[in-house]
């Protein structure tokens, strides 16, 4: 006799059908933090997205037959996390041109690359990190505005 799944394969499915515009924004949103931020921002936005993805499993488990509908915070997920995902990339574009280590514009190293003031390179250094700590608290709101409720 075999185990049946079926429960557990329901319920991922709604995941997948419910929330799959912000699950692909979380996973291309830790790709681009993976390529150029340090460890420790790595490891807290994992940790950011695996309670976000976790705490929503469990609220769709509850009802997984719910119809699909985007709401104003999942355009906040997906937005964010794209915006920050696009913005650190085009950055590591940059830092591959100048021929620096990834996430050398995150810190320090900044200065080593000419902009016109002082101010707009740090003010770049200064946006990168916005948007991503953003992205990690619009995608943790969203996983507790009890959105997937009933």
């Not at 790595?42 to 037959?65: D, E, F, G, Q, Y």
């Not at 591959?96 to 050398?104: E, S, V």
Request: glycine share 6%.
């Amino acid at each position: 006799m075999r185990d049946d799944n079926s429960g557990d394969e329901r319920e991922t499915l709604a995941l997948v059908r419910l929330a799959w515009p912000q699950l692909v924004t979380m996973f291309g949103f830790l790709f681009a933090v993976l390529l150029r931020y340090p460890m420790w921002f790595v490891a807290l936005s994992v940790l950011a997205v695996t309670i976000s993805i976790s705490h929503v499993a469990i609220n769709i488990a509850r009802n997984p037959a719910r119809p699909f509908d985007f709401k104003v915070i999942d355009g906040l997920v997906v937005g964010l996390g794209w915006a920050a995902s696009l913005l650190s990339m085009h950055w590591l574009h940059i830092e591959q041109t100048q021929r620096l280590k990834p996430g050398a514009l995150l810190g320090q190293a900044i200065q080593t690359i000419p902009f016109s003031t002082p101010q707009l390179a740090w003010d770049s250094a200064v946006a990168q990190w916005l948007f991503c700590f953003a992205a990690l608290i619009a995608m943790l709101t969203w996983a507790y505005s009890g959105r997937y409720l009933d």
